[in-house]
C-alpha cells in the first residue's frame, strides 16, 4: 500500500549568488498517509516551502526521492498524473487567480485538463458551493476579500479532486474573519471529502487544529507527532523560534508561579478553562 | 486618481449583451470602427449615435460610467480638438487673430473629431465592459484560429492578453500603494516640472517592475499547478455559440452601420 505523500532522505540543493551550495533540505524523511490532515512549522527559512514544492514536483529532489500517490516525482513523464493527485495553494490569492470571473477561474484546472465543458460546469458549481462561494461565482476576484479569494482558489483546485492539497501559509494575508473562513474549508473538505491536508502556517491556533505537526528547522525534520505531543514541549519549540498555544503559555505560567502543578497539555481555550476550573474549585475546596 | 481608469474593464452582468457570442461583439465593434471612420456628415453621424448610445442602453450600463472612460483620453480628444479648431483653413472665416482663425470648417472638423473619439472609445467600451476578458480572448481565439495553422501562437497571444487584463487592476490597486508609501517618506508627484515629475515616478516604477516580475514567477508556478501547458488538449466551460441573438445583433448592425454610410454617400 502506498502514502500520500512520501518523502524518502529528501534532500533540495541550492546554490547562491556567490555559487556557495547551500542545503535548503537536509535528508528529510517524512511520511503523511491518506487521509491526514497534517500541519508543517518551523521559522522562516527552514524549509517549508521548498518541501512544499517537491509535493507536487513543482520543485525536484537533488538527493533521495519524493513519492506521491506511488509515482516517483524525479520520473517526467508522471508529472501530470502527481500535479492531479496533488494540487497546492499558495500564500497570495492575487498571483494565483488566473481569471476575471470567479467561475471562469475555477474552471481553469478542468479546462486544462480537458474535462468536458457539461462536466467543468457541474464541478466548478458544486466546488464553489463546498467553499460557501457560490453566490460569488460572477463576480470580480479583485474585489472580494482576502478569504474570498482564498477560498475560490482552494475552489479551483478542488474542482481538480486532488487527493491531496497542499497549502503554503494560506492564511497568512488574512484577517482572522478570513482565517477562520478558511479554516473551516479545510476541515470540511478533510472530513466530508477525506482529502489529505497538508497545512504549512505560522499560527499555532491552525496548526492545534491538525491530526499531527510536523517541525522542520535548517532543512531537518526535528519534530513529528500529535499536537497534543508536540505543543507540551515548550523549551524545545521556543528554541525552534515558535511560540506555543497561549493556553499552554498559560498554564505553564501558572505552573511556575503558583505551583499548580496543572497539565499543560490544553490546546483549546475550552480545554484550558476547564483545567483552571477544576484547579481553582480544588483550590478553594 | 488611479482607479479612474475603466477602460478596458469587465462589469459583470446578465444583460442580453453580456449574452451576445464575443465573436460577434468583436467584428460589430470592427465594423463600427469602419463606419466611423468611413462617414464624416452629420446626419450619418446621428445614426451612428442613435446606435452605439441605444446598445449602451440595452446593456444597462450607466452613462456616467461609459463618460469615466473617456477621462484619461480627454486631454487627448481636447488637444486635437482645439488643434482643428484655430489651425483648419477655410472659406467661411469667422473670426482671427495673426496666424490662428476660426473658420466655419474648422468648427465642423472639430466636432467631428470630437464625435468621432467619443464614440469610438464609447464603442469599444461597451464592447470590454460587457464581455468578459476571458471570453473576449476566446472569442479573439476562435475568429484568428485559422491562423494556428501557418504555426503563429494565437493561444498563447490570447492567454497572455487575458492574464494582462486579469492583472490590470491588481498592479492599479499596487501602483497606488507605493504612491501612499512613497508619499509618506515625502515624496512629491504633483508639482514642479516635467522633468521633476518624470524623476519622481523613478521610485514607483521600480518597486512595482521588482513585485511584477515576483508576480510573474508565482502565477506561472500556480497555472503550472493547475496542469497549464499551453494549448494541449485544452477545452473550455463555455463553449460559445451563434444563435438566434447573434443574428439580430447583426441585422440591426448591418441597418445602422449601413444606413449610416449610405447616408454619408448620398449626401
Ligand atoms: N531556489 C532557491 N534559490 C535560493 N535560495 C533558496 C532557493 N530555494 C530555497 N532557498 C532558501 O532555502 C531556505 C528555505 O526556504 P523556504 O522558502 O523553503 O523556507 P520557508 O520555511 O518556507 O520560510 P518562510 O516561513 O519564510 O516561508 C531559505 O533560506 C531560502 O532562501
Ligand atoms: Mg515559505
Known sequence: MSEMIQAEQLTFRYTDFSHTAHLALDGVNLTIPYGQFAAILGRNGSGKSTFAKHCNAIALPSGGR???????????????????????????????????????????????MGVPPKEIRRRVNEALHMVDMYEYRMHAPHLLSGGQKQRVAIAGVLAMQ?????????TAMLDPRGRADV????????????ITIVLITHHMDEAVQA?????????????????????????????LGLTVPQSVQLLEA????????????????EECADRLEVWLKGGRA | MLRDITLGQF????????????????????????????????????????????????????????????????????????LNLFLTPGDMLLWRAGPVSITMEGIQKAALIVARLVLLIAGTSLLTYTTSPIQLTDGLERLLSPLKKLHLPIHELAMMMSLALRFIPTLVEETDKIMSAQRARGADFDSG???????????????????????????????????YRGDIGRTRMRQLQLGRDDAICVIVAILFLGGAIVLQILT
Not at chain 1, 487527493?163 to 503554503?168: G, R
Not at chain 2, 521600480?206 to 508565482?218: G, H, M, W
Open chain 1, 211 to 239: 491530526e499531527r505537526v510536523a517541525v522542520l528547522d535548517h532543512g531537518h525534520l526535528i519534530l513529528d507527532g500529535t499536537p497534543r505531543r508536540i505543543f507540551v514541549q515548550t523549551r524545545k519549540l521556543h528554541s
Open chain 1, 162 to 170: 486532488p487527493k491531496c492539497i497542499v497549502l503554503d501559509e494560506p
Open chain 2, 193 to 227: 516640472n516635467l522633468l521633476h515629475r518624470a524623476k519622481a515616478l523613478i521610485p514607483i516604477l521600480v518597486p512595482l517592475f521588482v513585485s511584477s516580475f515576483r508576480r510573474a514567477d508565482e502565477l506561472a508556478t500556480a497555472m503550472e499547478c493547475r496542469l
Open chain 1, 66 to 112: 519524493v513519492l506521491v500517490d506511488g509515482m516517483d516525482t524525479l520520473q517526467p513523464d508522471l508529472i501530470w498524473d502527481i500535479r492531479r493527485a496533488c494540487s497546492m495553494v499558495f500564500q497570495n490569492p492575487d498571483n494565483q487567480i488566473v481569471a476575471t470571473v470567479v467561475e471562469e477561474d475555477v474552471a481553469f484546472g478542468l479546462e486544462n
Open chain 2, 11 to 82: 462589469f459583470p452582468g446578465n444583460t442580453w449583451m453580456h449574452r451576445i457570442d464575443p465573436r460577434t461583439k468583436i467584428v460589430l465593434v470592427m465594423a463600427m470602427i469602419v463606419a466611423l471612420f468611413v462617414c464624416s456628415h452629420a446626419a450619418a453621424y446621428v445614426v451612428l449615435t442613435v446606435y452605439i448610445f441605444g446598445l449602451i442602453a440595452i446593456s444597462k450600463l450607466s452613462l456616467r460610467m461609459v463618460l469615466r472612460g473617456l477621462k484619461p483620453l480627454l486631454v487627448i480628444i481636447l488637444f486635437t480638438a482645439v
Open chain 1, 254 to 269: 501558572l505552573n511556575g508561579c503558583a505551583q499548580a502543578g496543572l497539565e499543560i497539555d490544553a490546546l483549546t481555550v
Open chain 1, 183 to 194: 479554516m473551516h474549508v479545510l476541515h470540511r473538505l478533510h472530513k466530508e471529502k477525506g
